[in-house]
């Protein structure tokens, strides 16, 4: 089973790189390894429902099983212990991957508040952190079950070697970054 954006990048843009960066073989291509869904959740400390209601907002989102993240030590200042749940992630790969790249690029971006595009800074090695403020731009959320609105950052993880086939990867995907480079 693939999806359009798979097609699309066998078909559209992978030729597209090819020619822009002038790559010998199909191999040196930049490709998208995964995406990273994360939620830190602070407030769990004192609140146990929430890394729950994570857990599930983020499967209904993703459609593949979220897991808790776990503390590294104590921080009494926080009123964290080790080993405590402090937030919630989910890594996709393949089908789903592209699956939730296209509901988020064609449905959910779409739905922010006066969205003029996101920022188009990458890290350094061609990946790239888009944070999200509200989980209900996802039309999986039912927007009268929420109790609190939790943010996320997704991370794009791409085998591009510079910012710029990275961005020039993501570019051709179709997130729609503010300032074309």
Not at 24 to 40: A, E, F, S
Request: no cysteine; net charge positive; charged share 25%.
């Amino acid at each position: 089973m693939s999806t359009t954006l798979q097609n699309d990048y066998k078909e559209r843009i992978v030729p597209a790189l090819e020619k822009e960066f002038n790559y010998t073989t199909v191999m040196q291509v930049p490709r998208l390894k995964k995406i990273v869904i994360n939620q830190g959740l602070g407030a769990a400390t004192q609140d146990k429902k929430l890394i729950e209601t994570a857990l599930n907002e983020l499967s209904a989102i993703t459609g593949q099983k979220a897991v808790a993240t776990l503390s590294k030590k104590d921080i009494s200042n926080f009123k964290v212990r080790k080993k405590m749940p402090i937030g919630a992630m989910v890594t996709l790969r393949r089908d789903k991957m592209y699956e939730f790249l296209e509901r988020l690029i064609r449905v959910a971006l779409p739905r922010i508040r006066d969205f003029k595009g996101i920022e188009g800074k990458l890290d350094g090695r061609g990946n790239y952190t888009l944070g999200i403020t509200e989980q209900i731009i996802f039309p999986e959320i039912n927007i009268d079950a929420i109790n609190k609105l939790m943010g996320m950052n997704i991370t794009f993880v791409t085998s591009a070697n510079t910012d710029e086939e990275g961005y020039a990867l993501l570019k051709q995907f179709g997130l729609p970054f503010k300032n074309a480079k």
